[in-house]
């Protein structure tokens, strides 16, 4: 089973507008983590969330977490070009904290 | 800034050949992990590795692949019998470990793509 599934799959948007992707995932986690991917590159960091935050902001950047729901959302608000990229939230189950379990992504494009 | 290196960045091989990946995590991280990421699709755990040894590995990760730090700084991924399924971008990551260190990010190097044919 699917740990982390992201929606959309993929989302267009104009700069300047603001992009929300979402992040389902089906366990009792420890945290949730936000990674961006350029076209070929490596996996870059964004921002992690803990299971007992609600909501965390660093620059641009919003993450909230329910866990009732099991639900993150990831808010770039003010897009830029240079945010076209792929968005992958990544859980870091309870009891285990080691791994990362990478949801499918969300491919952000912004024009300009 | 410290960071995770790799190589080779590309390597392609015939079916049945062995490969090893390279990797030089961050100098003061304690757990290493190798994920993969076959083209349009999810980044995929493959193992983690702690104090010299596997501290958890996935189903994908058979008995043809193995994993090593031969030294304090390498940690390698050793494709024992390439197959064409084994084409992907292969991603090392580490992570620290103590006070100051241990935030949970994960640090990811550029990759290696493997081609197999």
């Known amino acids: 089973s699917q740990q982390g599934e992201e929606d959309p799959q993929a989302l267009s948007i104009q700069e300047g507008e603001n992009a929300t992707m979402n992040c389902s995932y089906k366990t009792s986690i420890n945290n949730l983590q936000w990674y961006r991917q350029n076209s070929g590159r490596g996996l870059v960091h964004l921002i992690l969330?803990?299971?007992?935050?609600r909501e965390k902001h660093s620059g641009r950047l919003r993450v909230t977490l329910d866990t009732s729901k099991k639900s993150s959302s990831l808010l770039i608000t003010a897009s830029r070009a240079a945010d076209t990229a792929s968005y992958f939230c990544?859980?870091?189950?309870?009891?285990?904290?080691?791994?990362?379990?990478f949801g499918a992504g969300t491919r952000l494009a912004v024009h300009p | 800034e410290p960071e995770v290196t790799q190589t080779p960045s590309h390597q392609v091989t015939q079916m049945g050949q062995e490969v090893i990946l390279r990797c030089v995590p961050i100098?003061?991280?304690?757990?290493f992990y190798w994920y993969r990421q076959i083209l349009g699709q999810k980044v995929e755990f493959l193992v983690s590795f702690y104090n010299n040894e596997i501290s958890e590995k996935s189903e994908i990760f058979d008995d043809q692949f193995s994993v090593e730090r031969p030294d304090g700084s390498n940690f390698t991924l050793k494709i024992r019998s390439t197959k064409l399924e084994d084409s992907a971008m292969y991603f090392c990551a580490s992570r620290g470990s103590g006070a100051g260190t241990n935030t949970g990010e994960l640090f990811f190097g550029e990759g290696s793509r493997l081609t197999v044919l």
């Open positions: 969330i803990r299971s007992n935050e």
């Open positions: 100098s003061n991280h304690l757990y």
């Open positions: 990544a859980t870091a189950l309870s009891g285990g904290y080691n791994k990362l379990i």
